[in-house]
Nanobody, 133 residues
Framework: QVQLVESGGGSVQLGGSLRLSCDVRPVDFGSNLDAYTIGWFRRAPGKEREGVSSIRCSDGTTLYVDSVKGRFTISQNKGENTVYLQLNSPKPEDTGTYYC??????????????????????WGQGTQVTVSS
């Protein structure tokens, strides 16, 4: 099991940049973070939660939904147990609450960000991102 704490949200102007951080904290002694895939999801006002990007901790494999490809970058710092989401050239439609999530890679991660996530995944509390034009 892991606990997730997001930070880095805030207001950003169109064309600016913002970096979100997800601090991944193992709960169980000896938890191997390489067994997990970390994802970023978001919920815009009045809309369903949607996936954004994911990274497989074991080998660094990344996935992005089409709407953020070329603008957002997910990365990890294994030494600090942190996963980042760099938002470059954000658009007003990127506004929303961004959530960090984790699931054991063994559950399957190839299609995870194309869903709204599962109640069985581990979730952070969310961080707000507001993009203004």
């Amino acid at each position: 099991q892991v606990q997730l704490v997001e930070s880095g949200g805030g207001s950003v102007q169109l064309g600016g940049s913002l970096r979100l951080s997800c601090d991944v904290r193992p709960v169980d002694f000896g938890s191997n973070l390489d067994a997990y895939t970390i994802g970023w999801f978001r919920r815009a006002p009045g809309k369903e939660r949607e996936g954004v990007s994911s990274i497989r901790c074991s080998d660094g494999t990344t996935l992005y939904v089409d709407s953020v490809k070329g603008r957002f970058t997910i990365s990890q710092n294994k030494g600090e147990n942190t996963v980042y989401l760099q938002l470059n050239s954000p658009k007003p439609e990127d506004t929303g609450t961004y959530y960090c999530a984790a699931r054991p890679t063994s559950w399957g991660d190839e299609h995870w960000i194309y869903t709204s996530g599962s109640e069985h995944d581990y979730w952070g509390q969310g961080t707000q991102v507001t993009v203004s034009s």
